[in-house]
């Protein structure tokens, strides 16, 4: 019998209908993704098998090594919270991280929606898909101030937090604007495309134990696919908590995917008798005291791991037991080891691992996989290495920290010399290594344009009010050119005759704010009537280097009070000392027990010296970090900011000679006046420093040279040297992923 429909019902059907078929087409896996089904009618694409992570395709499962890249959320002159990457931006990057041979890229938190559109329409036209790692970031600040991952504010937020990556992943969600976070309608779905869940961050260890201790009654956690072991502690109950309310919210979208938290060398379960710092060894997040039920997808650990932090990867010699064919100790690989035989049955993924290519050092360690001092091609070698020691001791995967470079970032020796820090993101610090783990150079807008190769012809291409020719007479001298940009002063000038670093050197005084050496040593007798804060040698090998006035010498000003070094000479404190100091960073604090097993001295290394070569990545001869070259008469150098003592040359602030409340603090500057000389080896004589009248040279009647403060920064991208490096080690490890080289 039929049955009269009011045409109410029939548009509410059809609107049923409609909506029915757009949520089919829009969660059912892309046409190029394979999938299988679990019981429960989810799909499944990968998953964990004993210690490996598996993908389906070809109607079967394969081992699946994990080649990836983080990729972070900025761009110079920007917070990551800003999230400025456009679309365009990220189709390019991607077709570069295929062509790397990368398989994967991580992502730390939720992104832009143009994002998750640009995976997707990428992976539709690609022969193979780019797989992603989504993570979910904690409320980080919170935690560490308050110690207690329990609290309402900090649980909810994180669920919350957790709510918004699973929609968005699936390109569902409209995210309100929210201070420092993604928001937007999202409405790719790029689940066919994800690898892994990957929650949290690095745990702080004092917030672990603190929760720990105050709520021993959480435990025995049993979620619908997530539960904790009797052994787990109740911050691994909440991370149980954490990755069940994530498991559970994904089964709505139709997929199941493998799971992981963050987890670093801190905080991993393992016992470090070497470890001098007993922050560095207190507590212990296992990923072995989790498990799953059924979640066919899987669950694995990962960790944070570096060659270089903590100490103990130099001190703890219950890590010699690995060595090299030359008898090296290799101490991140006998780590590597240790951590595999841990967590037995499930995989493990070093979800970050690399070396900077920055001059800044912060950290030493044994086979030079230092945190910084390296070139291009050495951080290539070095992050190579360490994924051959990743892939050979059966690790799930490795993925490189990171594409590409970012201003943002501080590191411990240098973040308080950096004032204001909120323009950090305005500049590039040369100095500071975490701004330079990139395998793409974000390069300050000079840096390219003027290739410092010794030949001026590339100054000559800018434009007239982008550089200043010095005015006045400068004996020796038949010119001198000025320029600058995000990371550094440029200087190029013609002498009257071919340089020769074994006959003399050359003499760059630097003043930028009342104060310092009028007199000194390599002045030769001379005064001057202003002082200088650092000083430019340009000489044989090792002379060239950047100095620094005694009593202008931040590092030995906050050092040898605070942490540990020796204090400076009472002489060497007084303003117009004569004595200038070789720039030095710090790379360890001196460490007294109860805070520490034993007692560690302080340590510091050169970070002045400046590398004759060429910055031309045409050229043979191209290192990265060249300073100066000279050809016949011609003399070209470039110096960063902190080492002349900036601490923000986006607004003109230098490191004034005091301090306020027992810290450093900057003053404005006007600029910059250089006063050259060249001395000569034979007698010591000077050229250049002269009155005229046989008083003080008159510093205070050069020219100086300034420049208006800057609020947006230009930058210019370019693959390292390091890129081809890592591309060939991908290319011999787990398969080949390698497509032709990027255009």
């Known amino acids: 019998m039929m049955r009269n429909t009011s045409p109410a019902a029939w548009l509410l059907r059809l609107v049923v209908i409609g909506a029915a078929v757009l949520l089919v087409w829009h969660y059912w896996p892309a046409p190029k993704v ?12 990968f998953r964990t098998q004993d210690d490996r992570i598996e993908i389906y395709e070809n109607n079967g499962w394969t081992p699946f090594f994990v080649k990836g890249v983080n990729v972070g959320a900025a761009l110079p002159g920007h917070d990551p919270g800003e999230l400025p990457i456009p679309k365009e931006t990220y189709l390019d990057w991607f077709k570069k991280i295929q062509a790397l041979g990368a398989n994967t890229i991580r992502v730390y938190t939720i992104l832009s929606p143009a994002f998750y559109q640009a995976l997707v329409e990428y992976n539709e036209r690609a022969e193979k898909p780019l797989y992603f790692i989504q993570g979910v970031w904690t409320p980080e600040d919170e935690l560490i101030e308050k110690k207690d991952a329990y609290l309402s504010e900090i649980y909810g937020e994180f669920l919350t937090e957790i709510s918004y990556a699973v929609s968005a992943v699936y390109g569902a969600a409209d995210i309100p604007q929210r201070f420092g976070k993604a928001s937007g309608a999202y409405r790719y779905n790029a689940g066919p495309y994800l690898l892994a869940w990957h929650i949290g961050t690095e745990w702080e260890p004092r917030m672990v134990k603190n929760t720990n201790e ?47 938290f963050t987890n670093w060398v801190t905080t991993d379960p393992l016992e470090h008798p070497g470890e001098i710092l007993i922050t560095e060894d207190m507590i212990g997040v296992d990923a072995m005291h989790l498990g799953v039920n059924g979640w066919p997808a899987g669950y694995f650990a990962s960790y944070h791991a570096y060659p270089y932090y903590p100490d103990f990867f130099r ?8 060595k090299e064919a030359d008898g090296t100790p290799n ?6 080891r240790k951590l595999k035989e841990h967590h037995q049955g499930i995989p493990v993924m070093i979800t970050e691992f690399g070396v900077p290519s920055s001059l800044g050092v912060a950290h030493l360690t044994g086979m030079n996989r230092n945190q910084g001092g390296h070139n291009e091609a050495e951080q290539g070698r070095i992050n190579a290495s360490l994924l051959s020691d990743i892939s050979n001791e059966g690790m799930a995967g490795g993925i490189v920290f990171s594409w590409q470079d970012e201003w943002f970032k501080r590191t411990w020796n240098t973040m308080h010399f950096e004032i204001p820090q909120n323009r950090r993101k305005l500049w590039h610090n040369v100095l500071t290594n975490e701004q330079h783990f990139g395998l793409v150079a974000m390069l300050s807008g000079k840096d390219g344009l003027l290739k410092i190769d010794g030949d001026d012809a590339d100054w000559k291409a800018l434009k007239k009010e982008d550089k200043k020719q010095l005015e006045g007479s400068y004996p020796g001298w038949k010119s001198l050119t000025m320029t600058h940009d995000e ?18 050197k050359l003499y760059f005084g630097v003043d930028i704010t009342p104060g310092g050496n ?13 002082g200088l804060e650092t000083l430019i040698v340009l000489g044989k090998g090792d002379e060239s280097e950047v100095q620094i006035a005694a009593n202008y010498d931040f590092h030995t000003r906050l050092y040898g009070k605070q942490y540990g070094m020796i204090p400076p000479k009472p002489e060497d404190e007084k303003d117009d000392s004569g004595v200038f100091h070789p720039w030095k960073l710090a790379v360890g604090l001196e460490m007294i027990p109860p805070d520490t097993k034993k007692y560690s001295p302080f340590e510091d290394v050169p970070a002045g010296k400046l590398l004759r070569g060429t910055t031309d990545p045409a050229s043979k001869e191209f290192n990265s970090l060249a300073m100066w070259q000279a050809k016949g008469s011609k003399v070209e150098l470039r110096v960063p900011w902190m080492l002349l003592g900036f601490t923000d040359p986006s607004s003109l602030q230098v490191m004034s000679y005091g301090e306020k409340d027992g810290k450093l603090y900057a ?35 050069l020219p100086l040279y300034s420049w208006p403060a800057w609020n947006q920064s230009v930058y210019t991208e370019r693959l390292k040297q390091s890129y081809p490096l890592v591309q060939e080690a991908f290319r011999h490890i787990g398969g080949s992923d390698t497509t032709k080289n990027p255009s």
């Open 315 to 322: 001190l703890d010699e219950t890590l010699h037991d690995v």
């Open 487 to 504: 990371a550094y002063v440029y200087i190029t000038g013609e002498l009257e005759r071919p340089f020769d670093p074994e006959r003399e």
């Open 518 to 530: 009028k007199h000194g040593e390599a002045l030769g007798g001379r005064k001057l009537d202003e």
């Open 331 to 336: 101490t991140y690989r006998s780590y590597l």
């Open 214 to 260: 105050i709520h021993k009654d959480k435990t025995g956690f049993k979620g619908s696919y997530i539960f904790a072991k009797p052994q787990a502690s109740p911050f691994e109950n909440w991370l149980a908590e954490m990755l069940d309310h994530l498991a559970v919210l994904e089964t709505q979208y139709g997929w199941k995917h493998p799971l992981t």
């Open 667 to 701: 003053v404005p500057s006007q600029g910059i006046r250089l006063v050259p000389w060249i001395a000569q080896r034979s007698d010591g004589s000077v050229q250049g420093l002269d009155s005229g009248n046989g008083g003080a040279y008159p510093v205070t009647s």
């Open 34 to 45: 394979e999938s299988v089904q679990s019981a429960d009618g989810s799909h499944i694409k």
